[in-house]
């Protein structure tokens, strides 16, 4: 059998192993690790969680709009206007933060948690009535997404948990966010980790939300 010179390790072995890992490095800021990387992301891989970084923008971007163009139901995901450069990048500071969950392939799931002002049309604050002296407390789990391929892993429950280990020093005492009355995974995870339904109302153009709440 032909061997690298001064290596126990044969040539064929030697050579699948180096492109297997050349395959798992290789990196589109395009497209991201998921086209270029195959393999099962699902129960059973190791997921880190991170807070995100400039150079993850591309890769977040990805991720919403390829997540959102999968699903079926097209009104449970509203990213109009929050798939843009800006829009996560401004996230990564001033207006809030972003968590991803990654595996060897790259990012798998993300959360972006926005601080809304106190005089914000939409700072959900105003649809449970809250006084003009709490409103700077509401904090919003703006955007939670978890590829197709690796739903099962617990992987918004473990983003939001993570967030809620991040706000814990800060002022923030109201943790809010909207899901559709019919997205029962997205229900149950929200109520696993204390969530109450305050009410049903239309926003993001005519759309039905539950209106949800989280006291700290």
């Not at 050349?22 to 395009?30: F, G, M, P, T």
């Not at 995901?77 to 392939?105: P, Q, T, W």
């Not at 993570?162 to 020093?169: F, G, H, Y």
Request: net charge positive; with cysteine; charged share 30%.
């Amino acid at each position: 059998m032909f061997r690298f010179k001064d290596s126990k390790v044969n040539w064929d072995q030697g050579f699948c192993s180096m492109l297997e890992n050349l395959a798992q490095c290789v990196y589109s800021a395009k497209f991201g690790y998921r086209q270029i990387v195959k393999g099962d992301g699902k129960v059973g891989n190791k997921f880190d969680i991170r807070l995100a970084q400039p150079e993850d923008t591309q890769d977040i971007i990805f991720l919403l709009t390829d997540t959102k163009k999968r699903m079926k139901e097209q009104d449970w995901l509203c990213i109009d206007g929050n798939d843009n450069e800006d829009y996560i990048r401004s996230h990564m500071g001033k207006d809030g933060f972003i968590l991803v969950a990654e595996d060897y392939r790259g990012i798998d799931a993300c959360l972006v948690v926005h601080y809304p002002k106190p005089t914000d049309a939409d700072n959900l604050g105003k649809d449970i009535r809250l006084a003009k002296s709490e409103m700077n407390k509401v904090v919003h789990m703006e955007i939670a997404v978890v590829a197709s391929d690796c739903r099962g892993a617990g992987l918004q429950v473990k983003l939001m948990k993570k967030a809620e280990d991040v706000l814990s020093v800060m002022h923030y005492k109201y943790y809010m966010c909207t899901v559709h009355p019919d997205n029962k995974p997205c229900m149950i995870n929200l109520r696993l980790l204390g969530y109450k339904r305050e009410s049903t109302k239309y926003k993001y153009s005519g759309l039905p939300r539950n209106i949800m709440l989280k006291m700290r």
